[in-house]
């Protein structure tokens, strides 16, 4: 499996707790898991998941936090935790909404059904499906090269703009872009570009 996540029943000890006690858990847990995808999804750099088999419940909520889920053909998505009582906590309704759309979304939750590799990459969840374990790693280390040629910094606020201007009205995420561009203009890392390009050269960025 590439992550089928942990059950957050494990933890409980007395099927009898109160319910101040169960609500205090519950909310414990869905706030550490949803600081791990937040912190996944801004860390600056593109997080790439490598889908190798079953990701489903926190896993599959996981995997929605990178910014790239590529997949090998064995691979299959599923939210399926409304047939334990529990239901998404990690942020995984609010992203599988943004990727997938509203109404899919709801229906792979409330439904808990299991998409193939090849249906998720049909509605937008998956970008690639790749034959072979081996072949999913070396096109994902690859693709990992070829951003790390890019300036650190271009990358950091490309990934800001799509990822905080996407929630907001558009003339509010213009506004955002225009901002981070000015940022990014600002940076060392543009006139080693700029020098690169004129003497035809690959560009030395050191992310300032």
């Not at 072949?135 to 300036?151: F, G, K, T």
Request: aromatic share 6%.
């Amino acid at each position: 499996a590439f992550s089928v996540g942990p059950d957050v029943m494990d933890d409980v000890t007395d099927v009898e707790e109160t319910h101040s006690q169960a609500l205090e858990q519950g909310r414990g847990f869905a706030d550490a898991g949803r600081a791990l995808t937040y912190l996944i999804e801004n860390l600056g750099k593109p997080v790439i998941a490598a889908i190798n088999g079953p990701a489903s419940g926190y896993g599959c909520e996981l995997a929605l936090a990178c910014a790239w889920r590529i997949a090998a053909p064995e691979a299959t998505f599923a939210l399926s935790k409304l047939s334990s009582g529990q239901l998404p906590c990690l942020g995984g309704a609010m992203r599988l909404s943004r990727i997938i759309g509203r109404a899919r979304a709801l229906e792979m939750i409330l439904t808990g059904e299991s998409l193939s590799a090849e249906e998720a990459r049909r509605i937008g969840l998956v970008n690639r499906v790749i034959s072979g374990q081996g072949e999913l790693l070396r096109v994902c280390e690859e693709l990992a090269r070829q951003i790390s040629r890019n300036a650190p910094l271009a990358i950091k606020y490309a990934l800001e703009a799509v990822n905080h201007g996407n929630d907001l009205p558009l003339a509010n995420g213009l506004q955002l872009e225009s901002a981070l561009f000015g940022l990014c203009f600002a940076t060392k890392d543009v006139l080693e570009g700029t020098r690169a390009f004129l003497e035809k050269r690959p560009p030395i960025f050191k992310g300032q």
